[in-house]
């Protein structure tokens, strides 16, 4: 099932961020549709400065979660895929998997 | 190698203060997202696909050990334990907090470091030849020029908001070790026949979506006039260069646009306007910044012979090092391309004991060159052996200099936002198929790998490039043949479709193959696709 | 130091010289040419300041607009009116932000009127922070060059 994510960089440490409903993740796995709301919350949310450069993208429903539609907000999700040590996954040897 | 004086630090000091000002008011909500972005980026942060990104200058790609330390010292503290050393000589850092980056900038300042004009529409950092100082084949040592270019370029009031990035290169060899014809300006030191010291101008190269090699555009300029001649070209390009659409706004459509001739006479004309300012930089001061370039005191009669007894150490040499002006000195390539590695990557921990190698065995001096490798420029003969011992332990000893492994890649879609397919991962399987004895039997070839069109991995210079593209959400990687960023430069050719992942690699290979199959004695890959043509390559990769 | 002054005529304007405000309203530069009773004139970011120069017998005001604080265009077109002797008032009008009054002041500007009002105090630290430049430019700051040589 498609929905659409809102994402963008936590504005102090550059982290990439979800909306989750009520705050901002690291996981995408805490991501929620946003449905039509996304431009109206990543507004609020950069005037706030809670958020920078935040977006609103596609993604589909899986049992593991949301995944982006496009490779890149999937790389942003996880984090390098040549560097595995670095991502949100480091123990997953199969991580980079997720994302092609 | 240049050291400050107090002007220097002071200008370095204010302006780690004026960011620590400027992200202050950014994250108290004085400054939108839109306004501060430009001013972040002439300090060399950028918003990258994982977190900030710190691009910290490598002026003309010269440091000392000191300095080298403070880059390790960062990564460990502030960033993740490694840096990127990229094609402009200079090092970046993928993981920094804006919170952190004035204490970033501090730190640099304390070694005579800083991020000046590493981004944006900015008159960036200098780029020269690697082997400035220690060359056999230059005129002069062409970093003097590169410093006195980098002083009077920092913040220069009227080209602080160009159009576009501008980059200017300098050097001073007939083999072009600095690609400057690729560059918006790019400056080889010559003597004309009165023996005086003078410069070729050449204007209007680049890369990028629309690459040119840059023409010739004043075949001597009095060395004296080198800056009143640069403000000319670029008060002629920030006048009149398109400012309707990004991608056309570089000084080479300028100059494509007017014509060679038309833009040649117009910059003549505004350098006889400009000549009354006197804002060339007098050359008593050019003289006391070259006094710190003077030869380091090389040891009279340092013994010549290397004992090439063990093999894979004589490798080595023949591959990574090379001749120095010096009797009994060598100049010492240090691959930042291990096979299946990260071109350009080093961790603190090698960046570390680079700079300890380096104040060891090279008069505390390395140099970080366009193809992301390091090099220890004077270095004795005597103490090679040594040397590679330790570089080799530490993995850094890969003999692979200038062959297909030695693979020049962006970041790419792993780090980069605005790349449309990952580098890395394609340099990783090129250099694992052909990291064997395979390379050594093909020999010189230069494999450039971009991951968008943007050309930070200088595909269109690559002997053999790729570029990665975006093909309906999958990445997709075409070919290129016949590119060079030497003195003989030429932009390549697109061979046909693009490939998946391992389909580049097999095309790659077929093309080496092709060229196995027909080299006459003494052809690189780029000397037989010049003769050949690109249609026998063609047919084996398409076929 | 570098001391501003509000512009009477306008509450976000910033005035750095002590004559008397101007009161005739800037024309554009092809009307100025063809008026020859014009004093002020607005120059628009690709027009050529160069045009100019046989008139500053009766030029006071040159306001140079700044569509879009990133365009610098207007940067060169200051610089090419001073260095070719230009005294009058020089305005720089638009976009124009605390952080580019600087090099704008360093180029020849000697008035402002941004389109968002000025943090005055931060504008003041940003006159102040550097006490050395690099090179020479339309304004009284000395290259560092020629500190070090006497």
Known sequence: MSMKLLTGNDLRTGEVTWWTGTGWSRFVENAVDVDEHGEAIATEEIGARRVNAAYVIDAVDTPEGPRPAHIKDRIRALGPTVRLDLTLKPADPDAGSWVI | ?543 | MDKAHILPANASGLRFRDDPVHEEPAVTLDAFLTQPNATAVRVEAGEDARRLIPHFDRLALVEVDFPRFRDGRGYSSAKILREAGYTGELRAAGDVLVDQMLFMRRVGFDSFVPNAPVDEAVLAATLARYDFVYQPAADAAVPVWKLRHG
């Open chain 2, 1 to 543: 190698m240049y050291k400050y004086d107090k002007y220097d630090q002071a200008i370095v000091d204010a302006r780690v203060e004026e960011f620590r000002d400027q992200a202050a008011r950014r994250i108290a909500g004085a400054l939108t997202e839109d306004q501060f972005k430009p001013l972040r980026l002439k300090n060399g942060l950028y918003l990258q696909l994982h977190a900030y990104m710190l691009r910290v200058a490598i002026p003309y790609g010269t440091l000392d050990s000191r300095q080298m330390r403070m880059l390790g010292h960062i990564a460990r503290k502030y960033d993740r334990g490694y840096g990127h050393f990229t094609t402009r000589q200079n090092l970046q850092y993928n993981w920094i907090k804006l919170e952190e980056a004035a204490d970033i900038l501090a730190d640099l300042a304390s070694v005579e470091m800083h991020a000046i004009q590493t981004s944006g529409e900015s008159i960036r950092n200098v780029s020269s030849d690697q082997y400035a100082g220690a060359a056999a084949d230059e005129i002069a040592d062409p970093r003097p020029w590169a410093e006195l270019i980098r002083q009077a370029t920092t913040f220069h009031p009227e080209f602080s908001y160009l159009p576009r990035k501008f980059k200017i290169a300098v050097t001073a060899a007939e083999e072009d070790r600095a690609a400057i014809r690729l560059h918006d300006i790019g400056l080889k030191l010559v003597r004309n026949g009165a023996g005086e010291l003078g410069f070729e101008v050449y204007i209007g190269g680049g890369m990028g979506r629309t690459p040119f090699v840059a023409p010739l555009i004043r075949p001597f300029l009095p060395a004296e006039h080198l800056f009143s001649y640069c403000e000319a070209a670029l008060r002629v390009w920030n006048r009149w260069a398109r400012r309707d659409n990004i991608h056309k706004q570089r000084i080479k459509i300028l100059v494509h646009d007017l014509g060679q001739e038309e833009f040649t006479r117009q910059v003549e004309e505004e350098w006889q306007a400009i000549l009354p300012n006197q804002s060339d930089v007098p050359m008593v001061e050019f003289d006391r910044i070259a006094a710190y370039f003077v030869d380091p005191p090389f040891e009279a009669g340092a013994p010549d012979e290397i004992d090439r007894s063990d093999p894979d150490f004589a490798l080595w040499v023949d591959q990574n090092v090379v001749a120095h002006k010096a009797p009994g000195y060598a100049i010492v390539n240090i691959s930042l391309k291990p096979i299946g590695g990260i071109p350009g990557d080093a961790s603190a921990e090698q960046i570390e004991l680079m700079a300890d190698l380096a104040e060891r065995y090279s008069f505390d001096e390395l140099r970080v060159t366009h193809a992301q490798n390091i090099v220890l420029p004077h270095v004795r003969k005597a103490d090679l052996y040594a040397l590679w011992q330790t570089l080799s332990e530490n993995g850094l000893a890969e003999a692979n200099l200038d062959l297909i492994s030695d693979i020049i890649a962006c970041p790419g879609l792993d780090y980069c936002s605005l790349a449309n397919a990952r580098s890395i991962p394609i340099a990783q399987k090129l250099s694992q198929r052909f990291g064997d004895d395979r390379q050594r039997e093909i020999g010189e070839l230069k494999l450039k790998i971009s991951g968008c069109i943007n050309a930070c991995g200088h595909h269109h210079a690559g002997h053999i490039g790729i570029l990665g593209v975006d093909r309906k959400g999958t990445e997709n990687y075409q070919l290129l043949l016949g590119g060079s960023g030497a003195e003989d430069a030429s932009l390549g050719k697109i061979t046909g479709p693009g490939f998946d992942e391992d389909g580049i690699v097999d095309a790659v290979e077929k093309a080496t193959q092709v060229y196995l199959d027909r080299r006459e004695e003494g052809e690189r890959f780029l000397d037989t696709y010049r003769r050949v043509g690109m249609e026998p390559f063609k047919e084996a990769i398409y076929g």
